[in-house]
């Protein structure tokens, strides 16, 4: 089974419009920790935001907001006022087995357009 | 702020050569991570170190050895290419066993001809 499910191969937003990307995720472990990373066409992975499984707040850095729903095993990305040079590939991914330099295992990702 | 910083940017070998592939963390950073990205695929972890140590590993080839250096950096050699050893090779690195950041290099894209 997929640890790590983005359902939406593709989305497109309008400039200065909020965008949510989903992601959803399965484990057993009580401890884990989920990341979004943005991956623009120049093939670098730039960190974006980190929730840990026991932050009971939703985190949020700047345009970025991470919507945590623990019951449900979602963990969406908001961008808000996208802007054009947030057009790139987005991949959510997990990281179990705190205490451990464990891996990150990655979605399938969502390319996102902006377009004016 | 420093960044991961890999080495070479772009490589390109010939099957069956031998490649090394180097990997500078964050300063203070004691954790490198090592994945490889396929053409339109997502990433997938190849191997981690902690303080010198091998941590985890995953769907690393046999024919691939990495290590980690006293310094913290760390290289990854890879023998008897493969043309499907193709991809986009990323270092992360991050502060601890809790890893909360992972911060990604660059990434060295490999071609194999």
């Known amino acids: 089974a997929q640890k790590i499910t983005q359902t939406q191969p593709g989305m497109f937003v309008q400039e200065k419009e909020a965008v949510t990307l989903d992601c959803t995720y399965d484990t057993s472990d009580q401890s884990y920790g989920l990341f979004w990373y943005k991956q623009p066409s120049s093939g670098e992975m730039i960190f974006l935001i980190y929730?840990?499984?026991?932050?009971?707040q939703n985190a949020t850095e700047g345009r970025y907001s991470l919507n945590f729903q623990k019951a449900r095993k979602s963990a969406n990305l908001v961008i808000s006022a996208s802007q054009l040079g947030d057009s790139a590939m987005y991949f959510c991914?997990?990281?179990?087995?705190?205490?451990?330099?464990?891996?990150?295992?990655f979605g399938t990702g969502t390319r996102l357009q902006v377009t004016l | 702020a420093a960044g991961v910083i890999q080495s070479p940017r772009h490589l390109i070998k010939e099957k069956r050569e031998t490649a090394t592939l180097k990997c500078y963390p964050i300063p203070r950073h004691d954790t490198v991570y090592w994945y490889q990205q396929g053409p339109g695929q997502d990433p997938q972890f190849l191997i981690s170190f902690y303080e010198k140590m091998q941590s985890d590993k995953g769907s690393i080839p046999d024919r691939f050895s990495a290590q980690q250096f006293s310094d913290y950096h760390s290289e990854l050699n890879m023998s008897s290419l493969e043309l499907g050893d193709s991809a986009l090779y990323f270092c992360?690195?991050?502060?601890?066993?809790?890893?909360?950041?992972?911060?990604f290099g660059p990434g060295t894209r490999l071609t194999v001809t």
């Open positions: 992360a690195s991050s502060s601890g066993l809790a890893g909360e950041e992972q911060y």
């Open positions: 991914a997990m990281r179990e087995k705190p205490g451990t330099a464990s891996k990150l295992t």
């Open positions: 929730q840990g499984s026991y932050d009971e």
